[in-house]
């Protein structure tokens, strides 16, 4: 039998509450070993309106892992830059199921800096 996963359950109690519209849309996170992932999506109509993430070249380091709390906030700062050029000023935040401290937090400080309100 498969171990069950508590970042997993964590995320799915969270889903549970957290919706985004298009007045008000979802802040989602995801951190896999290497990268970071932000998006901006509008769960009612099922679209992601802008995201932002370690891949792109503006971002990219060149050590093997991007996936610190340094690049944390230059995607938090990033998404929010995006989304406000989109005229979204308030999100719910998502954090994936992943505590609240680190990276999260780092991102999260970041977006609210730049001007997002969560």
Do not use: C, W
């Amino acid at each position: 039998m498969a171990a069950i996963n508590p970042t997993r359950i964590r995320h799915k109690r969270i889903r549970r509450r957290v919706f985004g519209t298009q007045e008000r849309p979802r802040l989602a996170v995801h951190f896999s070993s290497q990268h970071i992932y932000a998006q901006v999506i509008d769960d009612a109509g099922g679209k992601t309106i802008t995201a932002a993430s370690t891949l792109e070249a503006g971002v990219k380091g060149s050590r093997r892992t991007n996936a610190n709390v340094e690049k944390a906030g230059k995607i938090g700062a990033l998404v929010a830059e995006r989304s406000l050029q989109k005229n979204i000023k308030t999100v719910v935040f998502d954090r994936g199921g992943f505590s609240y401290h680190g990276k999260v937090k780092a991102l999260a400080d970041a977006a609210r800096a730049a001007g997002l309100e969560f």
